[in-house]
């Protein structure tokens, strides 16, 4: 699998950021997201497309289907402003754990 | 809580080899397979590997197969990283993790991460 992920994503403080992770027939794969602030290791905000670790906010939510899946991020906070990254397990593909290339949220 | 602790940085001559451990708890440690991903300065995730610490059983991103070693010790619920033949684009920061359930695909604690600076 090849994903694409838009470079950049701008948002106001509680407005709503979506996050998009594109590949052919993605909505067939678990899609996992992951948040990483600068300085600091990747966190696991959002598994299996649209499943939510304990301790994230109900803020983060996700979904998937077709050859889209989205991260979304609704009333983003100054603290949301981090890097995300998509990432999917394909058997077909070297390496099977496959990132995508990640998205800057900034938060105006 | 489930805790990943990695070793400190490391400085290294191009040709040479960097071992990066990582140290578990808070789990039972052959439950779970641990992952190795690095991220290069300014760029995103690389997944490189990952060891099943019951079986010893391995598994290596081709990219890296033939230069990249991960083993374990079951006695003291650590894994080693160990990568040889190093040259400048081997500078990253390297992460181990957790598989976040069983036989799931995804991962779930990460470490800190371990600067590796590969300089002459």
Known sequence: SVLTQPPSVSVAPGETARITCGADNIGNENVHWYQQKPGQAPVLVVYDDSDRPSGIPERFSGSNSGNMATLTITRVEAGDEADYYCQVWDTRSDPNYVFGPGTTVTVL | ?120
């Open chain 2, 1 to 120: 809580q489930v805790q990943l602790v990695q070793s400190g940085s490391e400085v290294k001559k191009p040709g040479a080899s960097v071992r990066v451990s990582c140290k578990t708890s808070g789990y039972i440690f052959t439950d779970y397979q641990i992952h190795w991903v690095r991220q290069a300065p300014g760029e995103g995730l690389e997944w490189m590997g990952w060891i099943n610490p019951k079986s010893g059983d391995t598994n290596y991103a081709e990219k890296f197969r033939g230069r990249v070693t991960v083993t374990r010790d079951t006695s003291i619920n650590t894994v080693y990283m160990d990568l040889s033949s190093l040259h400048s684009d081997d500078t990253a920061v390297y992460y181990c993790a957790k598989e976040g359930g069983h036989n799931k695909d995804y991962f779930d604690p990460w470490g800190l991460g371990t600067q590796v600076t590969v300089s002459s």
